[in-house]
């Protein structure tokens, strides 16, 4: 079994930042894939960006330009850089990790002054 957990959510002005971490854990042999998805009041949920071990990217036109992806290989740890915050951005973020796939339980980010 793998658990992920979340930390760094929070509230933030508008135009500010966050760090997002997520810790992988448990039978952990190769993890292809680790990403950031999140969902809104009344939304569904929506891939933020993703990562591969070997460092490509991919993120949502919403975001591209202001949020950053990284990961830790050797820490099993995915990171989400978050800069110039909107209220849109207002969301439970959670991670996920495959394989095998396993989702968090997400942190709650609020944008709002």
């Known amino acids: 079994q793998v658990q992920v957990v979340e930390s760094g959510g929070g509230l933030v002005q508008p135009g500010g930042s966050l760090r997002l971490s997520c810790a992988a854990s448990g039978k952990i042999f190769a993890s292809h894939l680790m990403g950031w998805y999140r969902q809104g009041p009344g939304r569904q949920r929506d891939l933020v960006a993703r990562?591969?071990?070997?460092?490509?990217?991919n993120y949502a036109d919403s975001v591209k330009g202001r949020f950053t992806i990284s990961r830790d290989n050797a820490k099993n740890t995915v990171y989400l850089q978050m800069n110039s915050l909107k209220p849109e951005d207002t969301a439970v973020y959670i991670c996920?990790?495959?394989?095998?796939?396993?989702w968090g339980q997400g942190t709650q980010v609020t944008v709002s002054s």
């Open positions: 996920y990790y495959s394989p095998p796939e396993c």
């Open positions: 990562i591969t071990s070997t460092g490509s990217t």
